[in-house]
């Protein structure tokens, strides 16, 4: 590359670049319909250069790692010889470089005097695509036919005319077009914010330098990634997981196993081993099994590394094609996140041997997916999706979080006012749930269950939800969760649903999730009795729990720790317990 970057003026151009990515975030969160963008924020937005090598991604979702330029690179190869100004592409297909369905990707490749020099791109989970049943995201669809339109890439806009063939075909194939249309309309936005933001970056420096630095971005990134890579032990590590079911062969466990191999400073994640692909609609799409490893990973290295090619470089990723990580035609997608989400807890498995002082314990499996969709008595529709998770596994120097969002999602919660002035559901429960975290010297984060009524005739309420049969695991001495639960009237025939179901809700019932506890870390026995105490006043963790997961005796009125009694009471149960080293991994 000639010349030599001026560091002052290359950290410049690398925070414009990642500016530029953050605001195309926060237009679609300013502009956008559905709740689901603005409020679960499930979407991302990026920079790439012209080959679609990704730059800068934006705020927003590390489950959309490596995602946009899979699918930006079909895109290319597609279109090479046929881009122009004003053009921007669309396309969702999983088997064409896409996730599932209602992730829709809009790329508008950037110009400067006729030469292509960059993208702009988006993704964005759309309320609804068509298909079966609403939301488009049921688990019990057994092929892609079934989930909802599936569109290859192809030119929404061309010289910047819209391609009104494509628009009606799309309309006439989801229930909600006029929500579907503006989500659209607002990842036009932030392309259209970046074109101007980008014009003026080489307004400022020139075509020529931008080039220069957007290379010089990624392999910054690279070098970092390498370099901190490089700091960590070498060996191989492996770990096995497993779902608990597909929602069809109910009675079937779902194998995952992944091979982590470290040397120098490359690192190969290989999920071989992992089982084949299955009826239900869980199958992961390649860019998906990608994004899980590399936020894994990821997360044990140095925050300052910018997200972009140069960490994909050094990280090597396998997925043999026909498994559950990597599903072929026609394998169902639509619930393809629950697999995702979980191999991400996997691949924490493998780390928590390479690296014992940094990794926390199984989070909650998230993330559930429930929609309710149906229509109005005017037959005018609606469809409610809420994806929801929030308990993190006990960390080797804390607790794990309470109600906060999966390290995959990073999205926000619905908020109850909205939900209920916009659908015809009343929220009568968020709340924590007690005794369901993990415990441990650091216990797990404690889950939440939400309890909803529904307001109107009928609906089919779709649930996708996991962590029932196979625990969220503990670590190091650390207890395993307990699992998540669905109810139908809860509080009076309290009828137990599976773990992933379609089925007619109708008015007046109520529908009850309870997410699963995360995973604690280290011996529950060496907890810190007032910290014991502390949840119990919380009412998080039960004056019977405390006595018997941690063996500390809490007065139930005062909260007051009984210390003699508690530590007669911890030597017996180490004694009756048998063991003084702890297990690295405790499924209970």
Not at 425 to 451: N, Q, S
Not at 500 to 529: Q, Y
Request: hydrophobic content about 40%.
């Amino acid at each position: 590359m000639p010349g030599r970057a001026d560091p002052i003026e290359f950290e410049l151009f690398k925070n414009a670049i990642f500016a530029i990515a953050d605001e195309m975030a926060l237009t679609i969160f300013r502009t956008t319909y559905s709740g689901v963008l603005k409020d679960n924020m499930d979407y991302s937005t990026a920079f790439c250069d012209a080959e679609g090598k990704l730059v800068a991604q934006g705020l927003t979702l590390p489950g959309h790692l490596g995602s946009i330029p899979t699918a930006l690179d079909v895109v290319v190869a597609k279109y090479r010889g046929d881009m122009a100004p004003g053009d921007v592409f669309v396309m969702n297909d999983p088997f064409e470089g896409g996730m599932h369905l209602p992730d829709i990707f809009l790329f508008k490749p950037l110009y400067h005097r006729e030469h292509r020099i960059a993208f702009a791109a988006t993704i964005c989970h759309h309320t609804d695509v068509g298909g079966r049943v609403a939301g488009s995201n049921a688990s019990d669809s057994t092929e892609i036919y079934a989930e909802g339109l599936r569109i290859a890439p192809l030119k929404m806009y061309e010289a910047g005319k819209l391609n009104k063939t494509l628009f009606a075909l799309i309309e006439k194939n989801v229930r909600m077009p006029v929500r579907l249309f503006g989500d659209l309309r607002a990842q036009l936005a932030a392309c259209h914010i970046a074109e101007r933001q980008f014009a003026d970056l080489i307004g400022r420096w020139g075509a020529d330098t931008v080039r220069r630095y957007m290379a010089e971005v990624i392999d910054h990134a690279e070098r970092l990634t390498r370099a901190a890579l490089a700091e960590l032990p070498d060996g191989e590590w492996i770990f096995e997981d497993w779902i608990d079911d597909d929602g069809i062969e109910s009675d079937k466990p779902i194998r995952l196993f992944v091979t982590m191999t470290k040397r120098g400073d490359h690192m190969l994640v290989d999920w071989t081993g992992t089982d084949p692909q299955v009826k239900g609609a869980i199958n992961n799409t390649y860019s998906y099994s990608k994004a899980a490893s590399y936020t894994a990973i990821r997360s044990v290295l140095p925050a300052n590394i910018p997200n972009n090619e140069g960490v994909f470089r050094a990280i090597e990723v396998i997925a043999p094609p026909g498994t559950i990580a990597n599903g072929v035609l026609p394998a169902a997608c639509a619930a393809r996140g629950l697999t995702g989400f979980r191999m991400v807890d996997c691949a924490f498995g493998c780390l928590a041997m390479m690296l014992p002082d940094k990794v926390f314990a199984a989070s909650d499996g998230g993330n559930t997916g429930i929609s309710i969709g149906g229509y109005h008595a005017d037959r005018s529709p609606f469809i409610y999706v809420d994806f929801t998770c929030g308990a993190w596994g006990g960390r080797p120097w804390a607790d794990g979080l309470d109600g906060n969002s999966n390290m995959f999602a990073n999205m926000a919660s619905h908020s109850v006012e909205v939900t209920e002035a916009e659908q015809p559901l009343r929220i009568e429960a968020y709340e924590f749930v007690p005794d369901k975290a993990g415990p441990g010297k650091f216990r797990g984060g404690v889950p939440f269950r939400r309890d909803y009524r529904f307001l109107e005739e009928e609906a089919v309420l779709q649930v996708r939800s996991d962590r029932r049969r196979f625990r969220p695991y503990g670590l190091y001495g650390g207890r395993a969760g307990k699992p998540s639960w669905n109810w139908l009237d809860p509080e009076g025939e309290r009828r137990e649903l599976p773990s992933k179901f379609c089925a007619t809700i109708r008015r007046g019932e109520l529908f009850r999730h309870e997410v699963a506890g995360a995973g604690g870390f280290g011996d529950p026995l060496e907890r810190d009795p007032e910290a014991v105490a502390r949840d119990v006043r919380n009412e998080v963790v039960s004056v019977a729990a405390a006595r018997a997961d941690y063996g500390v005796i809490v007065e139930a009125r005062s909260f007051e720790v009984d210390r003699a009694g508690t530590e007669r009471l911890r030597d017996e149960m180490r004694t009756a317990r048998g063991w003084t080293e702890p297990p690295a991994v405790s499924r209970d």
